[in-house]
């Protein structure tokens, strides 16, 4: 049977036609209905013969929904961020359609402990996500969805009919439209008549940043529980509302492999994933087995994949009493690509990814009542934990900071997480909570293994080899000050408010001055709101020590990074001034405070050199081949969205020949710089440019001689004891640093920790780049300890290196400034500890004293 399968992949690998009609890939035992359009109908080619747009892909999904109404619902999420509709189709029999609501419903009380008890499952439907190419040059996924959309609303006969009475099928087409879109378009437009299989190929090659990641360049099958981009949450709202038993991803992998699906590797799977999930899970598999066998394609599981970070998308299900599947086909690419089994050809990659989501349903309508009994059974034992649980909830948030913890509680709330307003003071692990500004999220509720993978830091795993992050504890990516509540630290008055949704905080202008106007640094979103007056030629200073106003008549302090704007050396007149500053109080949520003297009740006064001015940043950021792109993302969303701060994107041959006095700051995220002109660079630094360079970057910097930090040597693992060739692949993977979280104390007099209040940084760290401490001490504004590590796993000889290393150096080129920062402080757009750092490099770096590393 064996020989067999292999004789058939062989003989479908080498088919030599460029498309296909719909008889390769349907069911031969299966009749269709004729007056439901086939995707040529709709698209113009056949399958697999061209890439479908993803304009065309919603095109078809509007046709069939059109002509099948007894079968079809077509929902419109939302949009991308390019505004591309994301749409859901819902597939099932007219009886289900027609009481769709009812449906839903009744199966979110499975999700209820407290009104699960009573469902009888015997006629309930399951509910079964099926999404496609979350990746956009992953495309198999997408275009396998014209075939299942398909064959779901024209199949005729009993097989399909049960399916339908028994099976809701949510539809998502095409989890990354803006992705797909650019990759489609890539693919077609370098597509020859005569296709081209060889890999070096324009066709398979594809210009950076390629059609992998969303608008900003992230990829967002990892953003799942972060949940930071408009198509994730579009998503999310979709699955909280109804639940699914079953989530399919269907992604791709190298062109050299075959089909994966899950089981993946039983040891990395999060140890917050109940048996019962894996077991489940294996169930399905054996549906996938009978139908891959049947066409004949190889296949393997439980390697290479695993079921850790729950921001995945084939693994946050596991965390929600649903089953996630993830399958990955080997890719073609493009359309036609030699590899080592042979050509791989893009009608033979969607022929398997329609396969499994048929076996998926196959699964679901045999597993039923098990699947149903699961997600109830899932919850209810959820609950019990969370009732049963030491530690009675979560006490977070940052009074100085209200934004920040608004943003916290907005996710948390995205999850259907039970969040509530503090409703009485507490102390707990060093900090002391006030009623305003701070939240309980209590541990008895429904998603309370979902919170534990929210806030527990694990220290302690199975296995030593990941395929994604090992730690994402939120409340140190957010930067906020939390605490765990015992027993003996909680009551019931604890529980104020229920938050419905997240509330952002309230700024204001009071009064007009005729002297000066000063806001704090301590709002995340204090940058935005400085950037906007500059915007206005809005005359600023920032205060590099504390001091104290009377502010109404009170006494008030105001700390390091305190903006000043002096009334009388601004351009417009002071009423126009109170009403801008009024509006943009408001609108940015912070608070501006008037003053009617320079005269400090304590420290310097607002006529002293301690009050810096602020220069307006101009930024730049190096782009393109070598650059990592979710990196540039990164940073491009932070400017973009959060900000609202123009950023110039200059591909490096464009740096290499333009004139560069117009930036005051240029950026480089990790990445390759290679074919960077270095003295170009270094001329622009010397005349009083800010580099602000991140991970390796750190390390090019240091080798092209623009800086003179220097870096720890990791020792080598440890060899003795048995070594065996095939244990090389789990030594070598155990050395990797696939990210872990970090502390690094804080200088908080430094330009660089402006805004910040406790006395140490969480930063997510993963790669190699360990920089020595500078002999100057005030050149190393934040450090490591000799036990950073806060969660997360880091090999005995990658730790080693990173104990008492910099995790900051500030290096003094000329009349500029170099900041290096060891980490990504922008990590996935959700690590908001970070952004602060980032926005203190980009304003106040050009104010680092040379001699000092303190402010000038």
Partial sequence: MRKLAFVLFLCALFTTVSGQDLSYYLPAEMTYNPSIPKPKDIIYHEVGEWHVTHDRLVNYMKAVA?????????DLMGTTYESRPQVLLFFSSKKN???LEQIRSQHIQLTESGKSAGLDIENMPAIVWIGHSIHGNEPSGANAALLTAYHLAAAQGKDIEELLDNVVVMFDPSFNPDGMQRFSTWVNQNRSKNLVTDPSSREFNETWPGGRFNHYWFDLNRDWLPAVHVESQNRLRYFQKWMPNILTDHHEQGSNASFFFQPGVPSRVNPLTPEINQQLTAKIAEYHVKALDKIGSLYFTKENYDDFYYGKGSTYPDVQGCIGILFEQASSRGHAQQTSNGILRFPFTIKNQFTTALSTLDAAKALRKELLNYQRDYFKMTAQEGVAAVSKGWVIGDKKD???????????????????ELGASVSADGFSFEKEGAFVVPSAQQQYRLLRGIFDKTLTYKDSLFYDITAWTFPLAFGLPYAELPAAKWSPSMMGKRMEQAQGPVGGLSAKSGYAYLFEWDELYAPRLLFELLQQNIMTKVSTTKFESIVGGVKKQFNYGTIVIPVGLQQMDQEKLFGVLKNAAEKNGI????????????????GSSKMVPVTKPTVAMLTGTGVSATDAGEFWHLMDQRFNIPLTHLDINIFNRIELSKYNVIVLVSGNYGEVNKEKLRVWIQGGGTLICMEDAVQWAAEAGITAVSFKRV??????????????????GAQQNNGAIFRASIDLTHPLSYGYHLPYIDLFKAGKT????????YANPMVYGDKPLQSGYISRENYGAIKNSAAVVVSTVGAGRVVSIADNPNFRA??????KLMMNAVFFGRIIEASTGRAE
């Fill in 66 to 74: 059109a002509a099948a109404p007894d079968r079809v619902k077509l």
């Fill in 97 to 99: 359609l027609d009481n």
């Fill in 402 to 420: 209200r934004a920040r913890s608004m943003h916290f509680v907005e996710m948390l709330l995205r999850h259907k997480i039970e969040v509530y």
């Fill in 591 to 606: 608070d501006i405070y008037p003053v009617q003297t320079g005269l400090a009740a304590a420290g310097v006064d607002l």
């Fill in 715 to 732: 020792k080598s693992a440890d060899s003795t004891g048995s070594m065996f060739y095939a244990d090389k692949g789990e030594r070598d």
């Fill in 770 to 777: 360990f920089p020595e401490r500078s002999k100057n001490v």
């Fill in 830 to 835: 959700f690590w908001l500890g970070g952004a």
